[in-house]
Every structure is written in C-alpha cells, then in structure tokens.
C-alpha cells in the first residue's frame, strides 16, 4: 500500500481502478526559428483563434458558472494583449511556442502578484497556454476519455476547460496534485457530489508507479491509498454506506432553525455571492442568508454600479428569501479582491491597507449610495435585510456605519469580526451593533500574522487553531453578555465538525457554503447542545489544531457513525 495525504475538498469516499490524466505538453525550446516571423506570427494567431473558438463551444455545452468561467477564458486567450506580448518574441527570432510560453509567464506573474483571485486565474492561463502548444504542434490535447466503469480521476490539476465533458456520474472521485479547497476542481466536485482530494503532491508520480492498481480514496481525512488491502477496502465500504444513510437521514428542524437532539434551534445560513447561488442556497435547506459578499458581483466593473443597478439586483436577491433573515455586507474591496473604482494608490501590503470599510476615506459616496440601494431592496421584498460592514477595528467604526445605516432606514446594522484588535473591543462593539458576524478567514490570517493566500503557510490559516477558537470564544461571551447575536461566517463554520465547536463556544447561528450545509446540519442535529459545549471547551483548551480537532471530535461521537 502507498498511502498519501491531501485537503479534503468535497466529502466521499470510493475505491476502485483510476485513471491518470496526462498533461505532458510539448516544452518548446529557445531555439531560433528557421520561418519567417510572419509565418511565426501566423501560426500563434491561428492557434490562439481556434482554441478560443474551442473553449466558447465547451461554454456552450455547459451551464451556469462552469460556463461563466469557460466564457471568461476564452476571453482571456483572445485577449490581444497576450498575442502582442509574444509578437515581441517572435519579432526576436523565437518560434511562435516559445513565444507563447514567455508571454504567457508575464502574464501568470502579473496575475499572481495581484494574488487572491486574480492569482487563481494563473493556472486557467497555463491550461490556455498548453492548449495553444499543442495547437502549433498539431497534435491533440490531452482530454479525459469516455470511462465504461466508474473511475477515480488523478491529475496535476483540471482545468475548467478539462471539466466541461466531463461524465459525472462515471467519477468515482477526484484527486489532483495541485489546486486547494476553493480551487475549480474542488468546486466542480462538489456541485456533483463527488469526493475529492485536491493539493495532494506526489500523487501523479504514484499514479505511474502504481499504474494498473485500485486507488482508495478517504475525503473525510484527505487520504488516498494505492493497492488498499482488504481492511483498508472494508473500512472504505462501510464509510460509503454511512455516507449513503447519512443522506437519506431526516434532519430535525423547527421554525428556528435546525435542532440538536436536546431541543435547542441553530439556524444555519448560507454564504452567498451571486444570483444563481439563491437557488442552490434555497435548495439546499438555507434558514436564509448569513453572508452575501456583494463585492463579487462588481470585481469585473471599471465604473462604480449605479443606485438603481443595484437596486434591482439586491431585490432579485433577497425575493428568494421572503420571511427568511439576509445579512447583506457591504462591499469589501481591497487586498484579494481590487476594485478598478476604487483607486487603490499602491499599497506595499494590501493586505493591511485601505480594503473593507477602509475604503470610506475618500469614497464615503460609494458606501451611501449601496445603503440606499440595500434599503430600497429591502422595502420592495419581503426578506428581513440585515447588513453589515466588513474590516471593523474599533467600536468608533462600528458606531458611525450603524448609525449611517439607521439613516437610510436599515434596522438591523452590525459588522464582521476579522481584524485581532476588534476582539478585544468585543464587549463595546456587541453594545454598539445589532449583531456580529465572526469572519474567521481574514481573523485566522491576522491572528497568525499568515497570508490566506500562501501554501506553506497553510498551517496557521487552519481554522482549528485554538487561538482562533479563543478568539471566537471570546466575541461569543461578549455577545451573550450584550445580548447581541453572534454568527459565524467565515470558513470555518462550512466543516461539520468545527462548526459544532463553534456553536458550543456561544456562537448563536451559522453560516456556510452551499455546498457543506446538509454536512452541517447532520452534524450540528446528531448531536446535543450539550455534546457541544463539551466540545467547544475541549477545543479552546488544546495546544495544536490537530489537538483541538482530535479532542473535539471525542465529544462529537456521532460524527464517525455519519461518516463525517
Ligand atoms: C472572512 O474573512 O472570514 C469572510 C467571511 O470574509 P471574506 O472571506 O470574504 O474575506
Ligand atoms: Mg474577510
């Protein structure tokens, strides 16, 4: 056996044969051509011309956000400014592949230094990249082929382009090389209810030395084993059957939200950030919404949304959500997520810069003409509209963007919690807001001084470590000394298992992606408050993530009958 670990990226469980897509592409050298440069130039247009063409004909097989993306690389592969870069190349006596590979690097550094996600979009240019080589060489892409039995996918990575023939339901699982839990392979594999494995290095390589074999794959513990024995295949069975009862298990719920087994109502909220998300949040049991990050419907714009663009799509999206809570941020720009209006003047750290409510010096007008558009929407549906900023560090900030909001008729105004120094003005900040909602992605980030966005930093930034748990321990106290609802809203609250703790820290409500929400609804109903709470305790006290997450899940015992 060959056991490997990776990030469990959408939960399963399957073992069987495997098959290893093969992206060897031809590396072209930087050797001189022996054409002439309008016959280089030729070649490279042409070649871009039909992979765009290629990749808009996969769009139009597809639907929805796959085919948003596949659109959107298309864009990016006709984009001249990738064919102007390389005639520069060419123009220096380089083949029209080796031209492609340089200006293709340009634009990978430019997008991976803007990072979050921009950077994301490194590996769509990289797929773009090999396409056109094989293109020039004439030869064909590498496509994953029709299976006739049920297989486990290994690759380096897929693309969106990979992904759009896909036949789901021939997948057993996927497991890539590269990519991380947000990554397109990770969300593919999730909207299908496959399991997946992503950022699992060494896996191609003993995909080839295990060429042949069965691949047992764990995406409750992230791990794969080629040539399982037979403990190891029973094991995996009998995780694939609790999977199976877990889906068809009845999940207690009241009007308040779902119920642990002691009575108590956790409403479980989803994270939202586009229309087509309403329907999969609906679907998927959402008590409502508990975080809609607006800003991911502008990060395209050059120009600023106007009051009644605004307007209309914010009713759009709270119409789904008659009589159901929508806690709505306002736009968080900034650090990951630039703006083109905003002007960011250049930052050293973006990170710690001018994002989130930061970016009101200077751009007040923004931020009042969005409160007046959530608040018409409000009025014109049904919704109960909460809203909130993002980026508050001082009980000041937190005042005037209620007070702000009050003018503009919204009655329930609060902030995130995801700046360090904010805890510590939990007490004053839960006086002064009608509710709190604990952003655990950014807090993790600057509790441990850890970019989000950096692999070998990934450690600090898991959401189990316990000084992040102190922290939300922390703000839950201080919410229930106020009075003040305090909800989570970042990651953390989308792993079954962790969102327990949360719930067991004092946290008064949840609020998740789309995609774990039945996950944590299992979870949070399997057990009693009071299952929790021990939990919750046991967490804080740890000295390591793994830990805190080892000791927490002693208390959560019906976890492993679920096969969570
Ligand atoms: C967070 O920081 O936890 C959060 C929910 O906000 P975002 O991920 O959008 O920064
Ligand atoms: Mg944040």
């Known amino acids: 056996m060959t056991t490997l670990s990776g990030i469990p990226a959408s939960s399963g469980a399957a073992v069987g044969p495997f098959f290893l897509l093969n992206t060897n592409i031809p590396v072209p ?3 001189p051509s022996h054409q002439s440069f ?20 996969r769009a139009a097989r597809t639907t929805g956000e796959l085919q948003e993306i596949l659109l959107a690389t298309a864009e990016i592969a006709t984009d001249p400014a990738i064919a102007e870069e390389a005639a520069g190349f060419i123009a220096s006596g380089h083949t029209a592949s080796y031209a492609m590979v340089k200006a293709t690097e340009v634009f990978q550094e430019l997008l991976a230094a803007s990072g979050g996600y921009l950077a994301e ?56 090389a590269g990519g991380g839990p947000t990554s397109h392979t990770a969300i593919i594999a999730r909207s299908n209810g496959i399991a997946a494995v992503v950022a699992c290095p060494g896996v191609v ?128 720009a900034g650090a990951d997520k630039p703006m083109a209006f905003i002007n960011f003047d250049h930052e050293p750290n973006p990170a710690l810069g001018v994002r989130g409510y930061r970016t009101i010096f200077g751009h007040e007008h923004l931020l009042r003409t969005q409160l007046e558009a959530i608040a018409n929407a409000s009025k014109a549906t ?23 909001a009050r003018e503009y008729g919204l009655t329930k105004a609060g902030v995130m919690i995801e700046v360090p120094a904010a805890i510590f003005h939990a007490d004053e900040i839960t006086k002064v807001c009608d509710f709190v909602s604990i952003g655990t992605n950014d807090l993790g980030q600057y509790l441990h001084a850890a970019d989000r966005e950096s692999a070998p930093l990934a450690g600090f930034n898991d959401p189990w470590q316990p000084a992040l748990l102190r922290a939300v321990h922390q703000v839950a106290q201080a919410g229930v000394k106020n009075n003040t609802p305090v909800g989570v809203c970042g990651e953390a609250a989308s792993d079954a298992a962790l969102a327990s703790v949360l719930i067991g820290l004092g946290v008064s409500s949840l609020s998740c992606s789309v995609a774990t929400l039945t996950d944590v609804a299992q979870a949070i109903t399997a057990h009693s408050l009071q299952q929790l709470v021990l939990a919750g305790n046991t967490a804080i006290a740890a000295k390591t993530a793994q830990d805190a997450k080892n000791s927490a899940r002693l208390h959560l015992s019906e976890l492993v009958n679920l096969g969570l």
């Open 121 to 176: 979009r490194v590996s769509d240019v990289a797929n773009i990249r090999d396409r056109v080589l094989c293109e020039i060489a004439g030869i064909a892409y590498p496509e994953i082929p029709h299976f006739d039995v049920p297989t486990v996918l290994i690759a380096q990575d897929l693309s969106p382009a990979d992904t759009a023939d896909l036949e789901t339901d021939k997948i057993l699982a996927i497991v890539t």
């Open 38 to 57: 309008e016959a280089e130039g030729h070649a490279l247009n042409l070649a871009i011309k039909n992979v765009g063409l290629d990749l808009e004909a």
């Open 382 to 404: 049904k919704a109960q509209v909460w809203v909130m900023a993002p980026m508050i560090t001082l009980p000041g900030e937190a005042a005037a963007f209620v007070s702000m």
């Open 29 to 31: 050298t930087g050797q």
């Open 205 to 332: 390589e003993a995909a080839q030395a295990n060429a042949g074999s069965t691949v047992a794959v764990d995406a409750t513990n992230g791990q794969i084993t080629f040539n399982p024995d037979l403990a190891l295949k029973a094991q995996i069975a009998s995780t694939i059957e609790k999977i199976k009862a877990r889906k068809s298990r009845v999940i207690a719920r009241s009007a308040d939200g779902y119920v642990t087994t002691d009575g108590t109502a956790v409403p479980i909220y989803a994270n939202i950030g586009r229309l087509e998300d309403t329907v999969a949040a609906v679907a998927a049991g959402a008590d409502g919404v508990g975080l809609l990050r607006t800003e991911l419907l502008y990060l395209d714009r050059n120009d600023a949304p106007t009051l009644q663009e605004q307007t209309a799509i914010y009713t759009e999206l709270f119409q789904p959500f008659a009589g159901q809570k929508v806690v709505i941020r306002t736009i968080d």
